[in-house]
């Protein structure tokens, strides 16, 4: 159980694997277990000794940073596009994304929708194509007929950049490297999205398009406004009843070389899909518009088949937007690793920020217009986490979803200190979750919901402490226990929260 003890200026509580102090003016500083301190330290050593590393620029690879975005005429059954801009034999071979101007997409009576959606379609599925031809410089021939006649039609096109990257990975020695990333915008399309004959396995099938084996790389850009990496944002049927798009990068394990951090550094990963959400926020993404949770357009996805995981990961410095589906994904029960994202920019996301149960620290954040900010499962995770002096508007869903505790074993201690959130939805919330720690944060208008619907664990919520947070415009119960039998909540500590609403008055009752 979390414990309170006052000491001159400074106001400790500690738990097992944690102490943080809060001093007068509400400022938290933690000191974490000696375990991961010492991973850390390691990790530092081996940056230290980065200044002896290669370097590798993957333009001497073939890389060329020249997507762009223009607007096109197309015409139904036809394979010509017809644009303004001056294309030349240089640009065959180069890949397109056409938005809105594929054949017609149609919702099977057997599939996962069953022929019905709740929403007004577009019909249109988006293309991805290739460049064949160009005749006049205006008139560009591609792989596939167009399935409807209109003008001022948003493309997305570019050298298809998958070879270069992951030729100039492989060449990286075992010793850690640089991969340098100059400015320009580098278009990365999933082999999928292009293969007419790819068709999904399942619904949660989905396929990369850069796949990393190793540790000891540190992707390095000019800045998030120079150095670009646009993903497939255009969506197609591709045999299941749902919408499918591939995502960048995969991290697989089993990890053979883990000679350093994997680290991604200065870098805009762009997912470059053109809807924003609507009334229909669930997945799988919705096979006549594209809309919705979609289980194949990520980020970042850490998977594989067995350990080890990298020890170490870090992406920091890069913005992310446009993603339909969860940005960055995690290991489950594979093996644990250090995942640290800092100072980092989310924008215009369908889907969570984080979806991970390896041991984090996400801090210096800044979220914006996304469905859901984190879904954590405790039960793999074997280490504290921290998530801390992030600042999080404009979510039409919720926070942090905390779950997966069991009855088992003990929980690692989640610190949730220092962050601004401010939506109108829940900000945090557990269903089950154990020793989570809620501490110095400013809410306006959002809460903290314990025992959330959505229950998934073997075991209840307990041993949480909320203490020193400030709610603002608070539209019910800053802090609301909902759960009740397994998801029921007990050993909760609040102690010095600022409130300008009572808290629910059978909150006691639910301990």
Known sequence: ??????????TRFHSASMEVFIDHDHICRARYDKPLLFLLAGWLMLLAHQTQ???LNVTNYGAIGDCANITVSVSSNSSVVVTTNQFSTADVGKVMCLFGVGHYANLSTNGYFGGSYGGTPANHQDMVVSI???ANGTNVTISSACGVTTNNILCTYGTQNIMAFSNCIAAAPTNPTTIYIPKGNYLLIPPTALDTNYV??????CSPTITIRRGGLHFLGDGTNLTILTGNGAWQQKGNDCAYRGYMFSIFSPITNDSGPLIFDSIQINGNAVRNHGPYTFWPAVPTDGSGWDNSHHAIVEGGVSPPCNAYKLITNCLFCHWHGETLQGLYGLSD???EVANCTFVDGN????????THNYHGNVISDYYEVEEFYEAYCSNTCNFENNFITNIYSGGIAINGAVSNRLMSTYNIVSNTFSFNKWAIGTCPAQNVNIVGNYFNQAGVVLGLAGYQGST????IFIAFNTFTNSPGNPIYVEGGGQNRVLNVTVVSNSAAATINSYFADSF
């Open 1 to 10: 159980m979390t414990k309170l003890t006052c000491d001159g200026r400074l």
């Open 53 to 55: 590393a290669a370097t």
């Open 132 to 134: 064949l031809s160009v």
């Open 200 to 205: 999904q396995a399942t619904i949660f099938s």
């Open 337 to 339: 690793g250090y995942y």
């Open 351 to 358: 889907a969570t920020v984080f979806n991970s149960a390896l």
């Open 460 to 463: 209840v919520n307990s041993n």
